[in-house]
């Protein structure tokens, strides 16, 4: 008797704290959609261009999980991405402020979650992607990290993959570059034309990811 109270309890408990955390994160993205004006003109036109420091796609971030992408966010406004606008916008966000965007571009036109088994890549790709164990992280569909704080990386425009991975490698520039200890090692034995075989596999991956076009922009 007193174990079922107890397991009841708890499932009372668990019940209790989903409802909390899935209403929190109702309300952080409601918040966001008031915050995510300066982000509209690059991150919702679907193959829109930055051209530092090299012409390539801004990233898709609609369906990326919140948690990576506030650790992103974090990272431009510590220093540990490089990257100078994206370094200046995220330095005008508070926390909450990066909590309720992430909340909102997660649940923007949620996509329903890619097969967890993708074709086989070439072997060339293959072999690069064993070598560094990729999928042991970002998932074998690559939508499917270990952790929320690690990006989805299927489906994501492949050029600005490959300038992502580069920037891994980029050390002792003061406007280029990534300081993630787990990603620098895992990029720095990597050619360039390896990174594009890379960029350009993963690229072609069915996506959970997108750039969200907003009637306001059509
Ligand atoms: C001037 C264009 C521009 C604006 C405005 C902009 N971004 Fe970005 N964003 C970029 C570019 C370019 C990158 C890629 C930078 C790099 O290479 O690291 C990026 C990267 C990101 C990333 C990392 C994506 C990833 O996969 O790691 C996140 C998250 C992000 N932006 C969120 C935002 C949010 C939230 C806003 C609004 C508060 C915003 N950005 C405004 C251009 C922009
Ligand atoms: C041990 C875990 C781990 C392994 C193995 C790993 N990654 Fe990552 N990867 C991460 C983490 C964590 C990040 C986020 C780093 C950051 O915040 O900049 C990341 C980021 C990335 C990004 C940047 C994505 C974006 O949206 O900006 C790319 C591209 C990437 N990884 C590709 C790879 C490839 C290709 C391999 C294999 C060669 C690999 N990763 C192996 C953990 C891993």
């Given amino acids: 008797m007193k174990k079922i109270s107890l397991a009841m309890l708890a499932a009372a408990l668990v019940a209790g704290s989903m409802a909390v955390s899935t209403a929190a994160n109702a309300q952080d993205a409601k918040a966001g959609e008031k915050k995510v004006s300066m982000c509209l003109g690059c991150h919702n036109i679907p193959g829109y261009q930055a051209s530092f420091p090299e012409i390539y796609k801004v990233p898709k971030i609609a369906g990326q999980s919140a948690k990576y992408i506030v650790s992103a966010l974090t990272a431009y406004k510590k220093g540990d991405r490089r990257h100078p606008s994206m370094r200046a916008i995220a330095t005008s966000l508070s926390d909450q402020d990066m909590a309720d965007v992430a909340a909102y571009y997660e649940q923007l036109e949620k996509s329903p979650a890619v097969p967890v088994e993708v074709g086989a890549p070439p072997a060339q790709v293959a ?11 970002h998932g074998k569909n690559f939508s499917t990290p270990i952790d929320p704080g690690y990006p989805k990386l299927a489906g994501q425009y492949a050029d600005y993959l490959y300038v992502a991975l580069k920037a891994y490698q980029t050390e002792h520039n003061p406007r280029i570059g990534r300081n993630n200890p787990i990603m620098m090692g895992m990029a720095r034995p990597f050619t360039h034309p390896e990174i594009k075989a890379l960029a350009n596999y993963l690229s072609s991956l069915p996506s959970e990811l997108k750039s969200v076009q907003l009637p306001e922009f059509r």
């Fill in 127 to 137: 072999k690069l992607l064993a070598q560094a164990n990729c999928a042991s992280c």
